[in-house]
């Protein structure tokens, strides 16, 4: 019988979870910086700027997060933009799912609303399912 050192024993654990990549663990919760504020930027923040913001919604690069989860819509006061845990009372995503009752869904081109890509809905529904972290 082959014999095993402790030292073997204890620090094949270790090395494997130094090697294991975070992102192949498809569970781990989205997070705003790291998974949807590129999005967000490149679809939104061409109307919500600071030069002309949309429905006083500054979508830019480091300013985005703070705008969106835990304020409230100016178009539907009664709904908060992005409740962290909750798309079906967040105003976020019923803009993007076109749902939204007051409105038109988003993003808006120059020849009207026009849907995102399914896997970057898909993206924002995660991102607020997992809690809205920055």
């Known amino acids: ?9 204890v620090l094949a654990p270790i090395v494997m979870w130094v ?10 919760a989205l997070s705003y910086s790291a998974d949807v504020e590129t999005m967000v930027v490149k679809r939104c923040a061409g109307c919500h700027n600071t ?6 919604l500054l979508l830019e ?3 985005a997060y703070e ?12 709904l908060q ?5 909750d798309p079906s009372t967040s105003y976020l995503w019923h803009k993007i799912d076109f749902t939204a009752e007051v409105g038109k869904g988003m993003p808006r081109t120059l ?4 849907r995102l890509p399914e896997e970057e809905v898909d993206l924002i529904r995660r991102w607020i399912e997992d809690g809205a972290l920055p």
Do not use: H
């Open 1 to 9: 019988m082959k014999k095993i050192s402790i030292a073997a024993f």
């Open 19 to 28: 090697i294991t990549p975070a992102a192949a663990t498809p569970d781990s």
């Open 51 to 56: 030069e002309d913001p949309k429905a006083k």
């Open 61 to 63: 690069k480091g300013l």
């Open 67 to 78: 705008q969106l989860v835990g304020r409230a819509s100016v178009q539907v006061p009664d």
């Open 81 to 85: 933009i992005v409740v962290p845990g």
């Open 111 to 114: 020849f009207g609303s026009k």
